[in-house]
Each structure stands twice: as structure tokens, then as C-alpha cells.
């Protein structure tokens, strides 16, 4: 995963091939990190999202418009996306705009 830090302090987030338990625990930190700015998520790459960090999203994305910062997932991969729709999440569920 690879966190980057845009001029506005916005974080953009570049998500794992692979979102299994390690993906997800990586996840989390990089989300513990990026705390209290906005963020966006590039899930282009993933090939796997685990239900561990499926959750993970979904608590990120409440806590996010809790807080009032924007949190996008942008873009998603086709594979993600299959994945969000056999686990029975919305998109909108966890802040995914760009869904194939």
C-alpha cells in the first residue's frame, strides 16, 4: 500500500493486490494515519477484498462522514466491485464512486 499525502493535507491511498487479513491490518494503519483528512482510495489493483478489510472500509467510511471529511474509493476495480456486490455491500456503503 502506498499512502501519499497531497498539498491540501488530503491523503490518496493506493490499495493492495490483495486485501486478505495482512492486506487488511495494513490497511487499518494507513487509514489510523491518515486520520483526520480527507481521503481517497485508489482500489484499481485489488484482486482480492477480504471481509476483514471490507469491514474495515465500512467502519473508515462511517467514521470519515462522522468527522465531516470527505473518504472516496476512486477507482474501483472490476474484482472489487464483484466482490462488494457477492458480500452484499452497496458501493455507497463504503465511499466506492468509481465502480465499473
Do not use: Y
Not at 2 to 12: I, P, S
Not at 16 to 26: I, M, N, P, T, Y
Not at 74 to 81: E, L, R
Amino acid at each position: 500500500m502506498v499512502d501519499c499525502e497531497a498539498a491540501d493535507g488530503a491523503r490518496r491511498l493506493h490499495l493492495a493486490h490483495k486485501l486478505d487479513l495482512r492486506g487488511s491490518e495494513a490497511l487499518a494503519q494507513a487509514l489510523l494515519e491518515a486520520e483526520g483528512n480527507a481521503v481517497t482510495i485508489d482500489a484499481a489493483q485489488v484482486d482480492l477484498l477480504g471481509a476483514h478489510a471490507l469491514q474495515t472500509l465500512i467502519v473508515a467510511h462511517n467514521a470519515w462522514q462522522e468527522a465531516g471529511l470527505a473518504f472516496t474509493i476512486d477507482p474501483v476495480s472490476p474484482a472489487m466491485a464483484d466482490a462488494l456486490t457477492t458480500l452484499g455491500v452497496t458501493s455507497c456503503a463504503v465511499g466506492a464512486t468509481g465502480a465499473p
